[in-house]
């Protein structure tokens, strides 16, 4: 017997969402990009390259450390609970949650989870489709109306996805221009 649908769900591949219009802000936006510290970094590559990009729009990247190679040892020159502080007064003040899902990241779980249960936030998620079977169902099945889905299979394809939707300030201002 096959599990009841909940939220009237359906059980399909994974979808790319359609990002919303209100995923951008007329100006450049604090963008709280997540990428896993302690677990799986074999695409920090692509992190950090996504990093860049969004600095190219003209956005600022609160948590651009985390595409240190020295992340880790940066999060545990604090107490925990500094860092617990430090990255909740980020997300109350970043205007988009983007993330590199891939690695697989109790951190990341818990970030969306927070933002999507007590926000009106968007979150966009990232996931390179080969290994998709190392994320968490809660992602991939994520369903939610302010979180949008985004498998991948190049960089490119993130850039792409980026340019399109969440826009840099001045092509924003001209977009919203009467």
């Known amino acids: 017997m096959a599990a009841p649908l909940l939220f009237h ?3 399909h591949a994974p979808k790319v969402t359609a990002a919303r219009p209100s995923i951008g802000y007329p100006g ?3 963008i709280y990009f997540g990428f896993t510290v302690a677990g799986d970094r074999s695409i920090i590559a692509t992190a950090r390259r996504v990093v860049q990009f969004l600095e190219d729009l003209g956005h600022e990247v609160l948590t651009r450390h985390l595409v240190s190679d020295d992340a880790w040892e940066a999060d545990r ?8 502080r430090r990255d909740m007064a980020w997300l109350d003040q970043c205007d988009l949650f983007i993330a590199e899902v891939s690695g697989s990241s109790f951190g990341l ?3 969306a989870g927070y933002l ?3 926000t009106a936030r968007q979150v966009v998620l990232l996931y390179q489709r080969e290994l998709e079977k190392n994320v968490s ?3 991939t099945g994520n369903t939610h109306a302010n979180c949008t889905l985004v498998p991948y299979g190049t960089v490119e394809e993130i850039e792409t996805f980026l340019n399109n939707n969440v826009l840099d300030g001045e092509r924003k201002k001209k977009a919203l221009a009467p």
């Open 116 to 118: 999507l249960g007590a």
């Open 77 to 84: 020159s604090i107490s925990p609970q500094d860092v617990f």
């Open 109 to 111: 779980g818990y970030e």
């Open 9 to 11: 769900s359906q059980r």
């Open 28 to 30: 450049n936006m604090k």
């Open 137 to 139: 169902l809660l992602i």
